[in-house]
């Protein structure tokens, strides 16, 4: 869990990042990290092998497989 502070306020933040499968619409993974883990980090650990289209937030702008 990372943590943030914005003030005098702190704040302790989670990521859930999840790979879903768009044709039968199944979760097949998921990782989680601390909030300050850039979201094209955790990328590889989402993909199987088999994907021919990836959807993503701007976070993953730029991003090729490996």
Not at 27 to 35: C, F, G, K, Q
Not at 40 to 55: A, G, N, P, Y
């Amino acid at each position: 869990m990372g943590q943030t502070r914005k003030g005098n306020q702190w704040y302790f933040c989670m990521m859930a990042h999840i790979g879903v499968d768009s044709r039968a619409k199944l979760i097949h993974s998921i990782a989680v990290t601390p909030a300050n883990v850039h979201d094209s980090r955790i990328m590889e650990e989402l993909l199987h092998d088999d994907e021919t289209r990836v959807w993503g937030d701007s976070a993953y702008a730029g991003q090729k497989d490996t």
